[in-house]
């Protein structure tokens, strides 16, 4: 299996631009996450999908954030407009519900740069 | 007050010697906790997960323990190699009701040396 795929790996923006962050879970899980991770504040969760549909999106900052799963295979992460401090690395996690022991797996991460 | 605190933030040790990793937290319901393994501009891998009723677990050169009464869980590296050399995470997850949520450390960077 491929794992979690992740596109872009690397994106540099200038603030103000629209962004899209794109994930492929691996196939057969049925639960997705979206992360945030800077240095100050580690990992956040922004939100998650059960069967591609959002259970969780407390973890959003903001409007300027929304995120789809439109089939099991795919999702995006929209920054719009993007903003400085939304630079950080995202990264893209899936799961296969099975109780307490499920355990996500990750992808290899976007940095995203706004400058 | 982050929920799950870790300690120290970073770590430096030479090759061949032995380290510990500590997290402590405040979680509850307490459902089980894991450590990960972040190696530099790559996502996060799971090590180990411990439920209640474990208190060690090793797996090669890492052993995690977990004291569920004082709330407290190490990581315990063996012989480190420069591979070794990586960010480590605790997350604790809690479950209520049907729902569950994660609360992430903040790691503890560990750079292994020659």
């Known amino acids: 299996d491929a794992g979690v795929i992740q596109s872009p790996r690397h994106e540099v923006t200038e603030m103000g631009q629209e962004v899209t962050l794109r994930c492929k879970p691996i196939s057969g899980h049925n639960s997705l996450f979206w992360y945030r991770q800077t240095m100050m504040r580690g990992l956040e969760l922004l939100i998650y999908?059960?069967?591609?549909?959002?259970?969780?999106d407390s973890g959003m900052p903001e409007d300027r954030f929304s995120a789809k799963m439109p089939n099991a295979s795919f999702s995006t992460l929209k920054i719009q407009p993007s903003e400085p401090r939304d630079s950080a690395v995202y990264f893209c996690a899936s799961r296969l519900l099975a109780g307490v022991r499920d355990e996500q797996f990750f992808g290899p991460g976007t940095r995203l740069t706004v400058l | 007050k982050n929920q799950v605190e870790q300690s120290p933030q970073s770590l430096i040790i030479l090759e061949g010697k032995n380290c510990t990793l500590q997290c402590n937290y405040t979680v509850s319901p307490f459902s089980n906790l894991r450590w990960y393994k972040q190696d530099t501009g790559r996502g996060p891998v799971s090590l180990t997960i411990?439920?209640?009723?474990?208190n060690t677990k090793s797996n090669g050169r890492y052993t995690a323990t977990l004291d569920a009464d004082t709330k407290q869980s190490s990581l315990h590296i063996t012989a480190s190699q420069l591979s070794d050399s990586a960010s480590y995470i605790c997350v604790v997850r809690k479950i209520t009701g049907t729902a569950s949520k994660l609360t992430f450390g903040t790691g503890t960077r560990l750079q292994v040396t020659l």
């Open positions: 999908f059960n069967n591609n549909v959002p259970i969780d």
């Open positions: 411990m439920t209640f009723s474990e």
